[in-house]
């Protein structure tokens, strides 16, 4: 059974701060990872997209893969009240994508 | 580039009805997929097409949903009979292909509520 796990929350931040998203898979040949935004009501946003070990910047937002460890993470630099949603993680070991369960991210103000 | 387009956005049944639900993916992909998502949950793959070919269909309950992509573009899912379990988001996205690398683009949604 290919899985990938992330943690509910929710995980609280305060507004500036860093927050940082976790995200660990089964398939080992997984070579593809996505990061989704979902608003409460709202469907999925494909926010970052990477394929290779190290980190991705785009903006405010860092993704990291370590393949060895078979994780990937999501930063979040200077979070803003806009960024309470939900994050999902997505991996595609073979022609299909396996979603994770999300995390629930609060910004404080 | 308009991007995936769902009706309807809300619905509301009964238990024993059947529903209908349209997608109209992004222009020039060919992969579609439907996929429902529980509330709390993520999004479950339910069947994935590739132009009018079925790819995967593994967990759709194919006693009661299905679903067709006549002409490789627009899409509809039907659920008949639906059952209390069966309430939920139903979102349709698209690629351009399947497969590694490719990025999935989801549509609105429908949120289907059976009572």
């Known amino acids: 059974q290919k899985e990938v796990e992330q943690n509910s929350g929710p995980l609280s931040v305060p507004e500036g701060a860093i927050a940082s998203l976790n995200c660990t898979y089964s398939d080992r040949g997984s070579q593809s990872f996505f990061w989704y935004r979902q608003y409460s009501g709202k469907s999925p946003e494909l926010i970052m997209s990477i394929y290779s070990n190290g980190d991705k910047e785009d903006g405010r937002f860092t993704a990291q893969l370590n393949k060895a460890s078979q994780y990937v993470s999501l930063l979040i630099r200077d979070s803003q009240p806009s960024d309470s949603a939900t994050y999902l993680c997505?991996?595609?070991?073979?022609?299909?994508?396996?979603f994770g369960k999300g995390t629930r991210l609060h910004i404080l103000p | 580039e308009a991007g995936v387009a769902q009706s309807p956005r809300y619905k509301i049944i009964e238990k024993r009805q059947s529903v209908a639900f349209w997608c109209n993916p992004i222009?020039?992909?060919?992969?579609l997929y439907w996929y429902q998502q529980i509330l709390g949950q993520g999004p479950k793959l339910l069947i994935q097409?590739?132009?009018?070919?079925?790819?995967?269909d593994s967990q759709l309950p194919k006693d009661r949903f299905s679903a067709e992509r006549l002409k490789g573009v627009d899409s509809t899912l039907k659920i008949q009979p639906a059952k209390l379990e069966d309430s939920a988001v139903y979102l349709c996205?698209?690629?351009?292909?399947f497969g590694q690398g490719y990025e999935q683009y989801f549509g609105p949604g429908t949120r289907l509520t059976v009572t």
């Open positions: 996205a698209s690629s351009l292909a």
């Open positions: 097409f590739q132009n009018n070919g079925v790819v995967d």
């Open positions: 997505a991996v595609n070991p073979d022609d299909k994508i396996i």
């Open positions: 222009s020039g992909h060919a992969t």
